[in-house]
């Protein structure tokens, strides 16, 4: 089946600078692309969604960016805090399928 | 995990023991599913609802199934327990939209099998 997977399991970054997490996607018909951070210990928590007809979304300190071109996605952080180190899944979903495939994420450690 | 809560949130079992775990929502929405993480897997999803007693398997259904007879539950059992089914549970939900499926997770119940 179509598969949606991350290029690094772990990144790590100094605290203040930006991150980017990058996501790289088989699935050319896909109409969504999400974004999920899971805290240690808990569920993955919703972040931000892009539509596949947008380059570019942004949200509260962070930027997707979605290049349909060579299927990558990535999510920038701005001035990471150190609440910003998580594990960091992308998934995907065809609009009316209510299914999601998900990456095997990048763990975030931000360093002091 | 406001909304959703699964129960137990530990448990430690026998090779061969049935196990069930339990998925409470107090949103109703639609669509409800089961994923398994273990490490270097990601999420894997192993069943889901769309509605009461509509159910279908994901992409690791083997050796699991699941129940809805109301909206707000959603059961997950193990027939027979098996060490390779060690793993944390993850429920989650969603509503009917027509946009993203953003998907609200539970805290996770984590089985072991001995």
């Known amino acids: 089946g179509e598969s949606v997977g991350l290029h690094l399991p772990t990144l790590s970054v100094q605290e203040g600078d930006n991150s980017i997490i990058n996501c790289a996607y088989s699935?050319?018909?896909?109409?969504?692309f999400i974004w999920y951070k899971q805290e240690s210990g808990k569920g993955p928590q919703f972040i931000i969604d892009?539509?596949?007809?947008?380059d570019k979304r942004q949200g509260q300190r962070v930027t997707v960016l979605l290049n349909k071109t060579v299927k990558h996605l990535s999510l920038q952080i701005a001035a990471t805090q150190p609440g910003d180190s998580a594990v960091y899944f992308c998934a995907e979903n065809n609009e009316n399928d209510y299914k999601l495939s998900f990456g095997a994420g990048t763990t975030v450690t931000v360093r002091a | 995990d406001a909304g959703i809560t699964q129960s137990p949130r530990h448990k430690v079992t026998e090779t061969g023991t049935p196990v069930t775990l339990r998925c409470h929502q107090t949103?109703?929405?639609?669509?409800m599913y089961w994923y398994r993480q273990d490490p270097g897997h990601g999420l894997r999803l192993i069943h889901y609802s769309y509605g009461v007693k509509d159910t279908d398997k994901g992409e690791v259904s083997d050796g699991y199934s699941v129940s809805r007879s109301k909206t707000e539950d959603f059961l997950l059992t193990l027939e027979s327990a098996t060490s390779s089914q060690t793993s944390v549970y993850f429920c989650?939900?969603?509503?009917?939209?027509?946009?993203?499926?953003?998907?609200?997770f539970g805290a996770g119940s984590r089985l072991t099998v001995l």
């Open positions: 892009i539509r596949s007809n947008m």
């Open positions: 949103e109703n929405h639609r669509y």
């Open positions: 699935n050319s018909a896909s109409d969504y």
């Open positions: 989650a939900i969603s509503e009917e939209t027509s946009g993203a499926n953003v998907l609200t």
